[in-house]
T-cell receptor, first 113, second 114 residues
């Protein structure tokens, strides 16, 4: 049973436009949500996170929105740049589970010039 | 130099062989993790360790064992490799903050079991 789902395996966006990556979850007890970015032949790198007590967190071009009633979060990248082409993973954890991260399958973002 | 290193980066082995994957970190973090990634799936936790004397099973520990030799070193062993253990393996480290636990990953080891 996948607790964290990223239903779009890939997404193609024009450079300069907004990229929106989506993530759904089933466990309402998650305390924290994170987005990681992964380039080929590298490990995932942390991008941005949001606590379950917030509905928005912003860091430069990256904003994460959390809708707890819908059990949905999204990552917005504005404006999209060629270097943003990567696989993006959504992950979540509960503090009472030793912070074990539960991961989505990832979405491959392709930024077209 | 990379903060989290994994050796080897690539390995091809045969069914039944014993394999060890090694992870070293210079970040000074207490917590270390081993994950595997399969095509179309997210990362799944194999084992994790919160300090040298603490080892915990993750979601998919069967067929694997680990050793935390020092704060900076965490190795993963496949006692008798089988083809469905072919995957990309990642080591990660973290240090617990206040209500957060950001993990930092090594570059991965691609393991193929024939």
């Amino acid at each position: 049973d996948q607790q964290v789902k990223q239903n779009s395996p890939s997404l193609s966006v024009q450079e300069g436009r907004i990229s929106i990556l989506n993530c759904d979850y089933t466990n309402s007890m998650f305390d924290y949500f994170l987005w990681y970015k992964k380039y080929p032949a590298e490990g995932p790198t942390f991008l941005i996170s949001i606590s379950s007590i917030k509905d928005k967190n912003e860091d430069g071009r990256f904003t994460v929105f959390l809708n707890k009633s819908a059990k949905h979060l999204s990552l917005h990248i504005v404006p999209s740049q060629p270097g943003d082409s990567a696989v993006y993973f959504c992950a979540a954890y509960r503090m009472d589970s030793n912070y074990q991260l539960i991961w989505g399958a990832g979405t491959k973002l392709i930024i077209k010039p | 130099d990379a903060d989290v290193t994994q050796t080897p980066r690539n390995r091809i082995t045969k069914t039944g062989k014993r394999i060890m994957l090694e992870c070293s970190q210079t970040k000074g973090h207490d917590r270390m993790y081993w994950y595997r990634q399969d095509p179309g799936l997210g990362l799944r936790l194999i084992y994790y360790s919160f300090d040298v004397k603490d080892i915990n099973k993750g979601e998919i520990s069967d067929g694997y064992s680990v050793s935390r030799q020092a704060q900076a070193k965490f190795s993963l062993s496949l006692e008798s490799a089988i083809p469905n253990q072919t995957a990309l393996y990642f080591c990660a480290t973290s240090v617990a903050g206040l209500n957060t636990d950001t993990q930092y990953f090594g570059p991965g080891t691609r393991l193929t079991v024939l």
